[in-house]
């Protein structure tokens, strides 16, 4: 009796010794995996931060200097930390670049920065609609020539603007363009200037994935091809809109090699970047006659002031990047590159 | 679409008709509206591009005899002949070029997909990281980039020496070199990064979690899922980080060719800029054909 009894006894604990050994190797796989994930995601982290800091570190270089006086530049133990603030930079470099001068030949615009800010947002307006208006085009409608014309506007995309630049002077000059915006302007409303070619790869991209039947339905309705595009294409293509205007402006604001061309004998009419340059020289000269040396005009003197300076002229598109900045993500996750 | 069109057409009575131009089948007025939609794109191309385009070919193989009319006069190939015999300059700044392009490229695409690919995972703090890893496209393409790249750029990276000495002397020339251009690069893949996550985004998730089902690992997902489906990006982004170096403002034959702007010497100019862009073409047509036997096409759209 007793030996049964005994021996049921042995049974049962050897059963939940098995059932713990099984609970705990479950458990055991569950942390293993837990572990494996940890691990992975602590080095992708490591990775995404250390990539991170690549792409800061000549942004947050250039902040740092800019605030730096000219005992800590000076000084290379002072790397990350400036020994106290040198909040006049900004003020050297915002008159050095001459911000908000009033311009006389543009009344209405004050200063270097409202140049740029005038040709950025008008060659954007240009763009977005001419090239969603194009790029439609090419989606929706089959016309004879329709292969040819697209190989040709990637084409466009392939030619640097510095093969082309002679014959368009000549041209511009021809028609009395120069020393004007016009050069800058116009041609982004018949789908070229900067990156023209690639706004119409983008739009067509996109409208390619769009379905057919709200269109076929407008038209059923007797709504004509200009009214369906603006009236229901291009709202519905708000997301590659966005993508559109900010590269768009992105790559104005910063474009520097053809304002240097067509505006040279305009200063007044000068984009903000082209200002940089130019001031630097100034710099340079200033600190020249100051300590009576000769200098190479290439090399910058005060550094601090040189980043102040850099840094006030992207300042307008960080502040106007950070109000678009998750519409604008999201609209690159939609603008259907690969369509699946 | 137009046959079926065209079989509802004598159905819709007068306001349809009325319209309709006569004796227009719906056919040709469709294609005529979209003619419609690209004429400003056509009438640009005239103007724009297909007029400089051709007068810059004929400028670089003729003489500019006069600059205020623009009066050329046909000098068959001596502009190239100058290139390539008298000038010093300009073959050995068509080859650094062209290595840089050769070894940036590559490095520029594997770098801005695993970027890409990092920022797609469902990670805390994707709209931080995306933000900065986009900061350099809004920082400049021009000359703010150059001004920051050129004072700022030099070590970011650092390998000890004693490391250095180990690996040996032409290995260690070969890994600080690529550090030192590792930071450039990275900095000019801003666009090739949003265009590879556009392209991921756009992948279904059904199909990764189909093939999870089926037992595939995250190894072979990337190689028989994500490759092929984002290789048009890959072709595009190639593309692009070609024509980005060829045009970049501190390439020196672009450099060069301003330089000959500003002197006056533009038929030179003219030659030095077809060439150098007849050899980038050449290899964008060479890749493009054998990639896009490579790429994977997602039937017909």
Known sequence: MEKTADRAAQRAAEKAAKKAAKHVSVQNRFTKKHVRKFIVSVFLYLVLFDLAFVFLYPFITMIIDSLKSDADLVNITVKWIPSSLQWSNYKVAFDGLDYFQISSTFPFLGGFVMNSVFVTLVATIGHTFVCAFVGYGFARYKFPGRTVFFLLVILTMLVPTQVLIFPLYIMYSGWGWLNNYLPLLVPCFFGYGLRGGFYIFLFRQFFLGLPYEMEEAARIDGCGALKTFFKIMLPMARSSTLVCVVLSVVWHWNDFFEPSIYLTQAPKLALLPSRLPAMYAALNQVASEAEDIALNSNVVVNQAICMASTFLVILPLLIAYMFVQKQFMEGVERSGLTGM | ?301
């Open chain 2, 1 to 301: 679409m137009a046959e079926n069109k065209q079989a509802k057409q004598p159905k819709v009575k007068e306001p349809k008709v009325k319209k309709e131009k006569k004796g227009m089948t719906i056919k040709t007025r469709r294609s005529l509206e979209g003619i419609m939609f690209i004429t400003p794109w056509l009438i640009g191309t005239a103007i724009f591009f297909l007029f400089p385009l051709i007068t810059s070919i004929r400028l670089s193989f003729s003489e500019l005899t006069s600059m205020a009319g623009f009066e050329m006069e046909w000098n068959g190939i001596e502009n190239y002949r100058y290139l390539f015999q008298q000038s010093t300059t300009y073959i050995p700044n068509f080859l650094a070029e062209v290595k840089d392009t050769l070894i940036d490229t590559p490095i520029t695409l594997v770098f801005s997909l695993i970027i890409a690919m990092l920022v797609n995972r469902d990670i805390k703090g994707r709209g931080f990281f995306r933000t900065v890893f986009f900061l350099p496209v809004l920082l400049g393409t021009g000359y703010v980039m150059e001004v920051l790249l050129g004072s700022e750029m030099n070590g970011v990276i650092t390998i000890p020496s004693g490391l250095l000495q180990a690996i040996g002397a032409s290995f260690a020339e070969l890994v600080t070199g690529f550090l030192s251009r590792i930071t450039t690069v990275l900095w000019k893949s801003g666009v090739q990064i949003i265009l590879f996550l556009a392209g991921l985004q756009g992948i279904s998730a059904s199909l990764y979690e189909a093939s999870r089902v089926d037992g595939a690992t995250e190894w072979e997902n990337f190689w028989k899922i994500t490759l092929p489906l984002v290789s048009p990006i890959i072709l595009l982004n190639f593309v692009y980080t070609m024509i980005d170096s060829f045009t970049d403002s501190s390439n020196k034959i672009m450099s060069d060719i301003e330089h000959c702007f500003s002197n006056g010497a533009l038929a030179r100019g003219a030659s030095m800029g077809w060439f150098y862009f007849a050899f980038t073409f050449l290899v964008c047509v060479i890749v493009l054909a054998v990639m896009s036997r490579l790429t994977f096409n997602q039937g017909e759209r």
